[in-house]
């Protein structure tokens, strides 16, 4: 695959990273960065810095990516967006709202949306608009 070519594979690269991101940090079944150091804190081991390193990179990444490219106009509307549409879903599909569990998930695959339409975005315009960002410019 071409440097400049942009489809559903990359598209779907990002969305896993930012789902694996998101999802190992905080889930609700119990299985996350968080469930496994909140009971020893402040006595992690290298392990849990490690990986508490490694999914700091990656927050970083992703954020940094969808503010650079969204700005804080963009990603109030992604917000909006991913609200509505999974508003939409809830309202659609019948699902309770009253369970903490659900609402998790809610508000973490909206973040999910967010963030890999955010890391996306310059390339989706480019596809669309043919314009390109100035910092993807070859030098």
Known sequence: MAANT??????????????VVVFATYNPE????????????PSVTVYMAFAGVVLLIGWVMLIRATLGSL??????LAVAFF????????????????????I?????IMLV????????WSHIRR???????TDELER
């Open 6 to 19: 942009f489809g559903w594979n990359a598209f779907l690269v990002r969305f896993v990273f930012a789902l």
């Open 30 to 41: 119990g299985y996350s960065y968080f469930h496994w150091i909140k009971d020893v804190f």
């Open 71 to 76: 700005g804080m106009f963009g990603i109030i």
């Open 83 to 102: 609200g509505l549409l999974i508003w939409l879903i809830v309202d659609v599909l019948g699902l309770s709202t009253n369970s903490t569990r659900v």
């Open 104 to 108: 998790s998930y809610i508000v973490e």
């Open 113 to 120: 949306g967010v963030l890999s339409a955010g890391v996306s």
């Open 127 to 133: 596809r669309v608009s043919g314009q390109v960002d």
